[in-house]
């Protein structure tokens, strides 16, 4: 049976597509190999939403090639898109797929690159996919592209404009998933707000079509715009299979700033969508992303910043100090701020997003919630074993337990006892877990 090696870089897109694509090869009879070295085909899904990360991109392409020279090189994602000549010429590529031809991968390369089908050796449907980072949540892409253009982002140059996937493949795949046992799914795309905006649909109809069709016992978003979200979209979480969290991204507390990047959203309407969310669902904690020292970015303005960032407050806050991106518009402003002046607002707005995480994980404390534990547990020297999950608003909790039980991809009522090191720390009545199902270790 050949073998393939998927690996991708950058973002929970490209993660979800490679996903897919290990389905899709299993279903034409190829394996999946966590190694490149045994692949017959290597698909390398890359990234270009930083300078760094397209050259992160082409030393992981070199790397692979170097390991097996044999195998034939698939290159797709974002760097390869904007890059296509470029990325033709590195040594060991056999073929480019651009961002928009992603959805048609696999027949692509079995076409131009020749490479067999064992009908025969097809795999079952509903047979495991094998790839699955891990086996707890799933990764889902409904739509990609996007119609806006922020100055600072080169994803919407790379790829292209909206599309969205049939509600149908995408119910079809969340069951395929429920069949493999993953109990979460995460509803990604570049601008998912936009979902269905050329099909006739939205991401209110799509949520309440999985709610309806699907047995999948969580469902989460990925990072979502803070606009165009549909009417009604927050009583999606009256159900409580709806988790209570969102990644907002607000990327500057300051309007100027914001202007300057062309965001559609300015802080008065990301105030009022995240009041709105608070008051309908009781704990729903919001996350976000900023970018510090954009071009023209002045001390004023980066105090304005951090106090509405500390008005609004946030579970978390991925902090990004900006770095021009060619072909970005605002890559061409001028008063591009000084590297030592970003470090300090860099450091003053990472102590900011650390007191409104340890306060939002305090605000958590006596709470009993469900709990999804994820990956294997560690180890301790007390004979006991740790696991670490998430709680339905998406706070990372860890709990310490006698080593006979395995918790992983379970769901356990936990009580959240304390935050240490801006982590939850949770409890579990052990006899509540044995009559819970959850898989017990024989000694
Ligand atoms: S909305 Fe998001 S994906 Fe679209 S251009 Fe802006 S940052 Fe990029």
Not at 19 to 31: D, K, L, M, T
Not at 47 to 56: F, I, L
Not at 353 to 359: G, R
Request: hydrophobic share 35%.
């Amino acid at each position: 049976m050949s073998k393939v090696f998927l690996t991708a870089l950058g973002c929970r897109l490209n993660e979800a597509e490679l996903q897919r694509w290990a389905q899709e090869y299993q279903a034409i009879g190829y394996s999946l190999t966590p190694m490149p070295d045994d692949a017959a085909v290597m698909v390398v899904n890359t990234c270009a939403v930083t300078g760094e990360a397209a050259r992160k991109s082409r030393q992981i392409i070199r790397k692979h090639h170097r390991k097996n020279p044999s195998a034939k090189m698939v290159v797709t994602g974002c760097y390869a898109s904007l890059e296509e000549e470029q990325a033709n010429e590195l040594l060991g590529v056999d073929l480019v797929v651009p961002n928009t031809e992603k959805d048609s991968l696999v027949e692509k390369t079995q076409a131009v690159l020749e490479l067999p089908t064992m009908p025969a050796m097809a795999s079952e449907p509903g047979a495991p996919a094998l790839f699955a980072r891990n086996k707890e949540r799933a990764f889902i892409k409904v739509q990609d592209g996007c119609r806006y253009r922020c100055t600072f982002c080169i994803v919407t140059v790379a790829r292209g404009e909206e599309r969205s996937r049939t509600e149908e493949s995408i119910i079809d795949e969340v069951n395929q998933h429920v069949r493999e046992g993953v109990q979460e799914i995460v509803i990604a795309g570049v601008h998912v707000g936009g979902y269905g905006s050329d099909i006739d649909s939205d991401l209110f109809s799509l949520v309440r079509r999985i709610l309806k069709e699907t047995e999948i016992p969580r469902i989460r978003f990925a990072s979502v715009e803070p606009w165009d979200l549909p009417e009604d979209f927050f009583t999606l979480f009256e159900n409580p299979r709806v988790m209570p969290h969102m990644h907002l991204p607000l990327q500057s507390g300051t309007d100027s700033v914001l202007r300057r990047m062309a965001r559609r959203c300015k802080t008065e309407e990301f105030e009022r969508l995240v009041t709105q969310a608070r008051e309908k669902i009781p704990g729903f904690n919001v996350t976000t992303d900023i970018i510090v020292g954009f071009p023209g970015e002045t001390d004023e303005e980066f105090e304005r910043s951090l106090a509405y960032i500390e008005q609004i407050g946030f579970g978390h806050i991925h902090i990004f100090s900006y770095s021009p991106r060619e072909g970005t518009k605002a890559a061409r402003l001028a008063n591009h701020v000084d590297k030592s002046v970003k470090k300090e607002r860099s450091l003053r707005l990472h102590q900011l997003a650390s007191q409104l995480k340890t306060s939002a994980l305090q605000d958590q404390v006596g709470q009993k919630v469900s709990v999804l534990w994820e990956g294997s547990p560690k180890m301790l020297d007390n004979g006991k074993v740790r696991y670490v999950g998430h709680t339905p608003n998406y706070h990372r909790v860890c709990v310490e337990l006698s080593g006979k039980y395995q918790l992983e991809n379970q769901v356990t009522e936990t009580t959240l006892v304390s935050v240490e090191d801006e982590m939850l720390i949770g409890s579990i009545d052990e006899s509540s877990i044995a009559t819970s199902g959850a898989v017990i270790f024989r000694q």
